[in-house]
């Protein structure tokens, strides 16, 4: 618990650094608390530290780990990082706050479809591919604005954010920029970018949103 609560000062001072040189406020930037692999008793800890907003890339160790939490603490806001498929919309929809993941027709139609459904729908965030990585989620950074407008008009989503997961070992600088620009192009007010290795560069061009999870709970 130490452990967390001093990682979680480290990097809160960090993303105060990273805000103020570049004359931003560090309150807009969310520290999303990436706890997948890590047990309940770490996000417990995390939640005795203070920590409200956490991370899970998959929908049934995060559903698992957090419906009991959940009850017990009624301000937790969780958010899905990982990729979606269309058998898991109706358990995604039913117990997520934020999907980041949306990337393809097929999956738009089936949150529409449950969000009927079920009378709620979490927020959700387009994933773009901004590197155009042939083996990563994501819609080619080219595809997002028609894939924005298909999403809000072919299935009436509403669409609060972009994310991305730039390609690994480069500078990250040029993706999050380009992410940036997509998201001021399409006005969307959610850019959730960055992770333990390169928050303070995507602070920098304008996350609103880092997801964080080593440099919290440790190596994975
Ligand atoms: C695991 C993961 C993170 C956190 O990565 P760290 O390097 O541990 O901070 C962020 N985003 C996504 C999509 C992830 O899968």
Redesign the pocket.
């Known amino acids: 618990m130490a452990e967390f609560s001093e990682n979680l000062n480290i990097i809160h001072d960090r993303i105060v650094a990273a805000a103020s040189a570049s004359s931003r406020a560090p309150a807009d930037i969310t520290l999303i608390a990436?706890s997948?692999t890590k047990p309940a008793e770490a996000v417990e800890a995390a939640i005795a530290a203070g920590h409200r907003v956490f991370?899970e890339?998959r929908v049934q160790e995060g559903v698992q780990k957090f419906t009991s939490l959940r009850g017990r603490y009624e301000d937790l806001e969780l958010h899905l990082?990982?990729p979606l498929q269309t058998n898991k919309v109706a358990e995604a929809v039913a117990f997520f706050d934020v999907i980041q993941t949306v990337d393809r027709p097929k999956l738009a139609a089936a949150l529409a479809k449950e969000g009927a459904k079920q009378g709620r729908l979490p927020k959700l965030y387009i994933q773009v591919n901004v590197g155009s990585e042939p083996q990563k989620a994501g819609i080619l950074p080219q595809e997002a604005c028609a894939f924005y407008k298909e999403c809000c008009e072919t299935y009436g989503l509403k669409i609060d954010g972009l994310m991305c997961?730039p390609p690994h070992g480069q500078d990250p600088a040029p993706y999050f920029a380009l992410l940036k620009d997509l998201a001021d192009e399409l006005a969307v007010p959610c850019i959730s970018m960055g992770?333990?290795?390169d928050f303070e560069c995507a602070i920098e061009k304008g996350a609103t949103q880092i997801?964080?999870?080593?440099?919290l709970f440790g190596t994975r």
């Open positions: 990436v997948k991370g890339n990082i990982g997961l992770m333990s290795g997801r964080v999870g080593t440099a």
